[in-house]
């Protein structure tokens, strides 16, 4: 390599270190700019479950996906089994929350109230009424549980925000 050669090198690896300094700055800038206040108030959806009945599903949009909200039937095994791990406690009621997308590639499974489980038309993935993918179907984990608060004395549940109930939960992931 001849000395202008070596400098020209350099010269290009130093230009090209600025250029990328240059962009991490304006991406640090865009975030002090961006109204993250206004966006972060934009993530809660507040849910009223009271009217829910035994056994009875009810789906919201929080941060445009499909959530679904289950009272839990009281012959339901699943309940009790995954008490404390995916399901909790309003009263005497146990409830479950997910993210109703499939696991597998995305699609929306729908519930079966009869058989307590979700379908996924898609390509015949199941999960239970807890959420967790069932053995020898496609999808490979358990739906996702989101942040969520128990709030007004148990009548209404905040999406977007961890509380108790949600933080006591080994299995939320
Ligand atoms: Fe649900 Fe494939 S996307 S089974």
């Given at each position: 390599m001849s000395d202008n050669q070596r400098r020209d090198f350099i010269g290009m690896a130093l230009g090209g270190g600025a250029a990328v300094g240059a962009v991490a700055s304006l991406i640090a800038m865009k975030k002090t700019w961006d109204p993250l206040p206004s966006v972060v108030s934009a993530g809660f959806t507040t849910v009223d479950i009271s009217s829910l009945k035994d056994g009875e599903l009810m789906t919201v949009e929080w941060r445009k996906k499909p959530v679904y909200i289950l009272k839990m039937?009281?012959?339901?095994?699943?309940a009790e089994k995954y008490l404390g791990k995916r399901n909790f406690k309003i009263g005497d009621s146990i409830y479950t929350v997910g993210v109703?997308?499939?696991?597998?590639?995305g699609c929306i499974p729908g519930y079966d109230g009869e058989k307590r489980e979700f379908v996924c038309a898609c390509h015949g993935g199941k999960f239970n009424s807890s959420g967790v993918n069932e053995p020898g179907?496609?999808?490979?984990i358990p739906m996702t549980i989101p942040p969520f608060k128990v709030i007004d004395g148990g009548k209404k549940l905040l999406l977007g925000e961890a509380g108790e109930e949600y933080n006591q939960l080994s299995e939320k992931e």
């Open positions: 039937a009281k012959d339901d095994a699943d109703q997308v499939c696991t597998h590639l179907t496609p999808p490979p």
